[in-house]
Every structure is written in C-alpha cells, then in structure tokens.
Nanobody, 126 residues
Framework: VQLQASGGGLVQAGGSLRLSCTAS?????????YGWFRQAPGKEREFVAA???????HYADSVKGRFIISRDNAKNMGYLQMSSLKPEDTAVYYC????????????????????WGQGTLVTVSS
C-alpha cells in the first residue's frame, strides 16, 4: 500500500497549484484521516493541512486562508489547492493517511500517520 503525491512544479509567487494524492493497493476512502506535510531544504518536516474525519479540517497557521484540503472518495483522490503561493512555501510536499481517525491532539504530528507518499516538489519563485 502506497500513497502517491503529484502536481508539484515551478510557479511564481502569487500563483496557484493543486496537488493530488492517490492510493495504490487500497481505496482512498478506507483512510479516515488524511493530510499534507512539507519539508523545505535543511528544515524539518512540518504539518500543512489535514482532514481528521469528515467535517474536521485543520491547517497550519502559515497556510490558513491560502490552502484548501479536500478529498473525493468517488475519484479515490485527495487534493491540496494552494493559492497566493509564497517563496517560503517552497518544499517537497507529502501526503499521508491513516486508516483510523487520528486524535485531535495528534493531528499535526507526522508520526501519527502510518502511510506516506513519496513527495512532490513545489518551487515558488519570487
């Protein structure tokens, strides 16, 4: 079972990108919690956004109001719509998922998610 993130690329500051996440070996809807993390060069992996369970979305303060996380179980996909991108958003973005609902206090912790994709690079030029 593996997750695969795609949709990264080079974009100018102020632009938009939509990242996608899909699962191989398992239908995406079987994951209750799903989220996105990112890792910039020389920095630790950090939380971006997550859907803990239906109707429960969470965002890092740095992306709140600019990024929207969503999922379409019928299409077996998850998405991260990124707008008003800034150079500091440059990073490798990873999707992650967990079959069971992650508790609220742990939703921003990478080690709470059991399944990870390989990452997609987003580069925002100034």
């Amino acid at each position: 079972v593996q997750l695969q993130a795609s949709g990264g690329g080079l974009v100018q500051a102020g632009g938009s990108l939509r990242l996608s996440c899909t699962a191989s070996g398992r239908i995406f809807s079987s994951y209750t919690s799903y989220g996105w993390f990112r890792q910039a060069p020389g920095k630790e992996r950090e939380f971006v956004a997550a859907i803990r369970r239906p109707g429960s979305t969470h965002y890092a303060d740095s992306v709140k109001g600019r990024f929207i996380i969503s999922r379409d179980n019928a299409k077996n996909m998850g998405y991260l719509q990124m707008s008003s991108l800034k150079p500091e958003d440059t990073a490798v973005y990873y999707c992650a998922a967990n079959m069971n609902s992650i508790i609220l206090s742990a939703i921003k912790q990478a080690d709470a998610f059991a399944n990870w994709g390989q990452g997609t690079l987003v580069t925002v030029s100034s």
